[in-house]
């Protein structure tokens, strides 16, 4: 895993749209998986400026979302559609029908409708660059703790820890969903790169467990120890935890020497 210590949010965005905008030159009909949250949303912003001023074109390329609350449709302004919408896709050239993001409608069969986005993402070649944010509790995804390590996309049951993270962006008084649609952590680590973004120092406890911890399903993030392309992304605030920072920079300073490729 390369751990990138940056100063503040504002980089760890800037430093993420870099590597997102160099995938998508690089390979213009890319298959991106996208977050939402606060987290990401430097990144967001980056990568609209990047499209505006130095035409960036995401025109060829596909998206596939993590996850969506149960029971808010895509109009509904507290939906991870509605966050996408406003966010990142009316404001750069995506493709509508190469944007995927899991449909938080009720319904009588969830599996099944969680096996057809699993398909898309197979019937698009996979995902090459998948973005993450992470959960004060580990999770990635909706993949709250205990969820198993091999999960696919399915319906997921919040913790009520999430669900007061989450209340913050919903009007008061409103019914706060239970339930969401997540993409599994079988499915993200099927991803050929993934870059995980953590930003301020009460994600600091998560993301020491998720990089320096046991792999256990108790922190969902540890399980991306198990894959060969991981890039964490973050400030000083997040990374105040680790053991391991000097060593980090090192190796951070030693890639740049011998395999600067792992860095584009
Ligand atoms: C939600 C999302 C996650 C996100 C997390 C952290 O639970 N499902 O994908 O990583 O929130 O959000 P924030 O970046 O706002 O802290």
């Known amino acids: 895993m390369l751990v990138v210590l940056k100063q503040d949010a504002r980089e760890v965005g800037q430093e993420a749209a870099r590597i997102v905008s160099a995938a998508v030159r690089a390979k213009p009909s890319v298959v991106l998986g996208l977050a939402t949250g606060s987290t990401p949303l430097g990144m967001y912003e980056e990568l609209v400026s990047l499209h505006k001023k130095a035409s960036l074109d995401f025109s060829k390329a596909t998206s596939f979302n993590l996850d969506e609350y149960v029971g808010l449709g895509p109009d509904n302004p507290q939906s991870f559609h509605h966050f996408m919408q406003s966010n990142f896709f009316s404001h750069v050239n995506f493709s509508k029908d190469r944007i995927h993001i899991p449909s938080g409608d009720l319904r009588t069969n969830y599996s099944e409708y969680c096996l057809s986005y699993e398909d898309e993402i197979k019937k698009a070649g996979g995902i090459d660059l998948q973005i993450l944010g992470i959960g004060r509790n580990g999770h990635i995804g909706f993949n709250e703790p205990n969820s198993s390590l091999a999960s696919r996309t399915r319906l997921k049951e919040l913790t009520l820890e999430t669900v007061e993270d989450n209340r913050r962006f919903l009007p008061k008084g409103e019914?706060?969903?239970?339930?969401?649609?997540?993409?599994?952590?079988?499915?993200?680590?099927?991803?050929?790169?993934?870059?995980?973004?953590?930003?301020?120092?009460?994600?600091?406890?998560?993301?020491?467990?998720?990089?320096?911890?046991?792999?256990?399903?108790?922190?969902?993030?540890?399980?991306?120890?198990?894959?060969?392309?991981?890039?964490?992304?973050?400030?000083?605030?997040?990374?105040?935890?680790?053991?391991?920072?000097?060593?980090?920079?090192?190796?951070?300073?030693?890639?740049?020497?011998?395999?600067?490729?792992?860095?584009?």
């Open 175 to 264: 019914e706060i969903p239970e339930c969401a649609i997540t993409m599994g952590i079988g499915t993200i680590l099927d991803a050929r790169r993934i870059l995980i973004l953590a930003t301020g120092k009460s994600k600091a406890a998560a993301v020491a467990k998720a990089i320096e911890g046991p792999i256990s399903s108790s922190v969902s993030a540890s399980a991306l120890q198990l894959h060969p392309d991981v890039t964490f992304i973050i400030d000083e605030d997040a990374a105040y935890a680790l053991t391991q920072r000097d060593y980090y920079r090192r190796v951070l300073e030693l890639t740049k020497k011998y395999t600067p490729e792992k860095l584009a």
